[in-house]
């Protein structure tokens, strides 16, 4: 059974920092895409970074050099470093698992809150 587990979201004050883990079970982590997208209410969901297989990763414009994706393929976890938090970054952040050879291998996790606020 495929498992997306997301964490360490929260309250933080605008500027402040969080870094949030994707972890993965049931899956060969390793040979997956992994991506972050975010929803804030009455939005679309948006893709904010994503790391390839081999670690070369992009990031929406919106985030770049503020946010830094990372993954640790002996630990099957993926982070979001977010630093320089702003209240536009208030949403959902959900993570999705994606083989680059079966499409329908796609996986999501159930999401973390994240609230920028003071």
């Known amino acids: 059974q495929v498992q997306v587990v997301e964490s360490g979201g929260g309250l933080v004050q605008p500027g402040g920092s969080l870094r949030l883990s994707c972890k993965t079970s049931?899956?060969?982590?390793?040979?997956?895409?992994i991506n972050w997208y975010r929803q804030a209410p009455e939005n679309q969901r948006e893709l904010v970074a994503s790391i390839s297989s081999r670690s070369s990763t992009n990031y929406a414009d919106s985030v770049k050099g503020r946010f830094t994706i990372s993954r640790d393929n002996a630990r099957n976890t993926v982070y979001l470093q977010m630093i320089s938090l702003k209240p536009e970054d208030t949403a959902v952040y959900y993570c999705?698992?994606?083989?680059?050879?079966?499409?329908?291998?796609?996986?999501w996790g159930q999401g973390t809150q994240v609230t920028v606020s003071s």
């Open positions: 999705n698992a994606k083989s680059p050879f079966v499409a329908r291998n796609d996986y």
């Open positions: 049931g899956i060969t982590f390793s040979a997956y895409a």
